[in-house]
């Protein structure tokens, strides 16, 4: 069972590959349901940016979301808003694949973001389109499996880079590295041997 998981998790791998997938990644205010995000990161298949913006929220950081990744509400000041952001992702992504490492999490925060942004007069957005997720991609590649919870374990982005022995220049917890990890990961799942 173990093995035909990690199989298919490769060809999962390989065939969003072959699409040339766009890899995202963001940075929030916080993590609560209604938390926004602060800052948005869009690499291609060789880890090159196509967006790299912090991105302006209309509540504040939460003080343990600033200790994690750093921004602050005064590094947001004159930043472009959520609408903006998707408009550079949309435009240098065009129709290929998304994915992101923990991909319920970023599509809840997008989401949440275009809503506060709604709510202060912008016009809605519908965004975003489906999002591949290269954290239950990895799951199912590495294969341990949790009995109470029935599922195989997730593992963090930087412990998942750690545990195949890859590394990753720049700041954890921040947007660019995040994607560019992610993209990592998943160019490595699909190298791997079934």
């Not at 390989?14 to 926004?36: N, S």
């Not at 275009?114 to 290269?134: M, N, S």
């Not at 294969?143 to 593992?155: E, I, K, L």
């Amino acid at each position: 069972m173990m093995q035909e998981e990690r199989g298919q998790a490769i060809a999962a791998a390989k065939r969003l590959m072959e699409q040339d997938p766009v890899v995202i990644d963001t940075e929030t205010t916080g993590m609560e349901q209604d938390a926004e995000i602060v800052e948005l990161a869009a690499v291609n298949r060789a880890g090159q940016p196509l967006v790299n913006t912090l991105v302006h929220a209309t509540r504040p950081v939460k003080p343990g979301a600033r200790d994690v990744h750093g921004i602050s509400d005064a590094d947001l000041q004159g930043a472009p808003g959520i609408h903006e952001a998707i408009r550079q992702l949309q435009e240098t992504a065009g129709d290929r694949p998304l994915a992101a490492y923990n991909a319920d999490f970023d599509r809840r925060m997008l989401q949440s973001s275009l809503r506060a942004a709604a709510q202060q007069g912008e016009t809605p957005h519908d965004f975003p389109p489906h999002i591949h997720c290269v954290m239950l991609l990895y799951a199912r590649f590495r294969g341990n499996w949790n009995s109470y919870h029935r599922t195989y374990t997730f593992h963090g982005l930087m412990r998942a880079l750690e545990y195949e022995g890859l590394t990753v220049e720049g700041e954890p917890h921040r947007a660019l590295t995040d994607a560019r990890a992610a993209m990592l990961l998943l160019q490595f799942m699909a190298d791997a041997e079934g």
